[in-house]
T-cell receptor
């Protein structure tokens, strides 16, 4: 298995532009998680899906952030408009949910976003 | 609520043992995890322990769980420079969705 795939790996954009981050979870996994990591705030859970349905989006910073999961093999995280404080590494992770221990999450390599 | 706390930084000399500590709040947690993040990479599961165990050993790694105090530790024996990374403690969240509650991460620096 290729693991969790994220694209792009690096994104540099100007303030005000729309940014779309993409994630392909591991085949057969039914839970998908979006995280943000910064030096100041550490690792933050933004939103997670179970069976393509958003379960908890309380970590999404504000309305500029949105996430979709149109099918079991694809998810996007969109920031519109982007701001310099959105600069961070964004991770996607997937899990088999409740289908048996140890219920671990598998992380993608991350997308490093820089907003100038 | 669910919360996981870790110290932020640990520095050791190569060959020494490292002990990274973590406390959690949810006494009903069934699984507790240690993840490792190397520079420029995502988190990777290092080891985990089921809540009915007190200890788990895996080569150089020893996980100790004190359920009464809600305290988890990771001991790395004979620490090597390749062990330098950020180590995250996590507990399994409530519900059946695979959600994990992560600590802030402990940066382990191994000096030669």
């Amino acid at each position: 298995d290729a693991g969790v795939i994220q694209s792009p790996r690096h994104e540099v954009t100007e303030m005000g532009q729309e940014v779309t981050l993409r994630c392909k979870p591991i085949s057969g996994h039914n839970s998908l998680f979006w995280y943000r990591q910064t030096m100041m705030r550490g690792l933050e859970l933004l939103i997670y899906f179970n069976n393509n349905v958003p379960i908890d989006d309380s970590g999404m910073p504000e309305d500029r952030f949105s996430a979709k999961m149109p099918n079991a093999s694809f998810s996007t995280l969109k920031i519109q408009p982007s701001e310099p404080r959105d600069s961070a590494v964004y991770f996607c992770a997937s899990s088999s949910g409740g289908r048996g221990p140890p219920y671990e999450q598998y992380f993608g390599p991350g997308t490093r976003l820089t907003v100038t | 609520g669910e919360d996981v706390e870790q110290s932020l930084f640990l520095s050791v000399r190569e060959g020494d043992s490292s002990v990274i500590n973590c406390t959690y709040t949810d006494s009903s947690s069934t699984y507790l995890y240690w993840y490792k993040q190397e520079p420029g990479a995502g988190l990777q599961l290092l080891t985990y322990i089921f809540s009915n165990m007190d200890m788990k050993q895996d080569q150089r790694l020893t996980v100790l769980l004190n359920k009464k105090d809600k305290h988890l530790s990771l001991r790395i024996a004979d620490t090597q420079t390749g062990d330098s990374a950020i180590y995250f403690c996590a507990e399994r969240g409530s519900g059946n969705t695979g959600k994990l509650i992560f600590g802030q991460g402990t940066t382990l620096q191994v000096k030669p």
